[in-house]
Nanobody, 119 residues
Framework: QVQLVESGGGLVQAGESLKLSCAAS????????MGWYRQTPGKQRELVAT???????NYADSVKGRFTISRDNARNTVYLQMNSLKPEDTAVYYC?????????????WGQGTQVTVSS
């Protein structure tokens, strides 16, 4: 089994910064793509950013230039540095990992961490 544990969410004011972390543990041979998604009540979960094992990144247009995704492959950890936060960034943020083990490959999700940005 694989577990993803997120941390770093909280309440901040507009313009401030937060850094989210997500550590994967368990039965892991390799992690391919890691990513962050977010969801607000009544809306579908949306992509925020993804990063390949080799470091290639992809961002939603709404966060380009403000958020930075990174990963530490030795620690199976992905980060999301969020700067210049806006009230519309308020959401539950979930990390995702495409994990390969002897049983095959599948996606795993964290439990979610709340980010609230006040105006």
């Amino acid at each position: 089994q694989v577990q993803l544990v997120e941390s770093g969410g909280g309440l901040v004011q507009a313009g401030e910064s937060l850094k989210l972390s997500c550590a994967a543990s368990g039965n892991i041979l390799r992690i391919n793509t890691m990513g962050w998604y977010r969801q607000t009540p009544g809306k579908q979960r949306e992509l925020v950013a993804t990063i390949l094992k080799i470091g290639v990144t992809n961002y939603a247009d709404s966060v380009k230039g403000r958020f930075t995704i990174s990963r530490d492959n030795a620690r199976n950890t992905v980060y999301l540095q969020m700067n210049s936060l806006k009230p519309e960034d308020t959401a539950v943020y979930y990390c995702e990992a495409d994990v390969v083990n002897y049983g095959g490959s599948r996606d795993y999700w964290g439990q979610g961490t709340q980010v609230t940005v006040s105006s």
